[in-house]
């Protein structure tokens, strides 16, 4: 099948670190873009991260920027979010989605979504 798989989510403590990983099945992630984005509970989805098909160039939220870092393997398929000093408001669900262009990661220009994962920072 088409599809790309999150991994990593859980419960954390504030001050806490988790590592995401997005890895893609039946395709490849080359000449995508790759966004994070996340959803908590009543609020609409946003974008988190994104990287370049080569990942070249990254992007981030204000609200992550300086504590999340996106990279990527293509040689793995893979795409990563490290997530250090987690913040209560980091609780959301992190959904990876692969963009049908090289740079950008416009909501309305995704080709596949994740099924996404949970995360939670608590204490």
């Known amino acids: 099948q088409l599809q790309l798989v999150e991994s990593g989510g859980g419960l954390v403590q504030p001050g806490g670190s988790l590592r995401l990983s997005c890895a893609a099945s039946?395709?490849?992630?080359?000449?995508?873009?790759i966004g994070w984005f996340r959803q908590a509970p009543g609020k609409e989805r946003e974008g988190v991260s994104c990287?370049?098909?080569?990942?070249?160039?990254?992007n981030y939220a204000d609200s992550v920027k300086g504590r999340f870092t996106i990279s990527r393997d293509n040689a793995k398929n893979t795409v990563y979010l490290q997530m250090n000093s987690l913040k209560a408001e980091d609780t959301a669900i992190y959904y990876c989605?692969?963009?049908?262009?090289?740079?950008?990661?416009?909501?309305?220009?995704?080709?596949?979504w994740g099924q996404g994962t949970q995360v939670t920072v608590s204490s």
């Open positions: 989605a692969a963009v049908n262009h090289p740079y950008v990661c416009y909501d309305s220009y995704v080709d596949y």
């Open positions: 990287i370049s098909y080569s990942g070249g160039s990254t």
């Open positions: 039946g395709f490849t992630l080359d000449y995508y873009a």
